[in-house]
């Protein structure tokens, strides 16, 4: 197994439990963030609409680290 992760029971779930709520209602509440900022018109100079990308970005690089350490994830006794 590449680069286990040695987690307890509770730490597992713990990161499972992020990892179901970032990819279903993160993911919703980023979306309709970009869609109410997109409404505000030109992309280009749209505050709102740039921070709420970055927010997705961030949101999806958390998504994708969760998803590498529960599958090479080995749990311990704690």
Request: charged share 30%.
């Amino acid at each position: 197994m590449p680069d286990a992760h040695h987690l307890s029971q509770a730490a597992h779930d713990r990161l499972s439990a992020e990892l179901q709520e970032l990819s279903t209602r993160g993911r919703i509440e980023i979306a309709d963030k970009i869609e109410a900022a997109r409404k505000l018109g030109d992309l280009s100079e749209n505050g709102d609409y740039h921070a709420a990308k970055e927010e997705q970005a961030k949101l999806e690089g958390r998504i994708v680290h969760l998803t590498r350490i529960l599958t090479n994830a080995e749990i311990i006794d704690a």
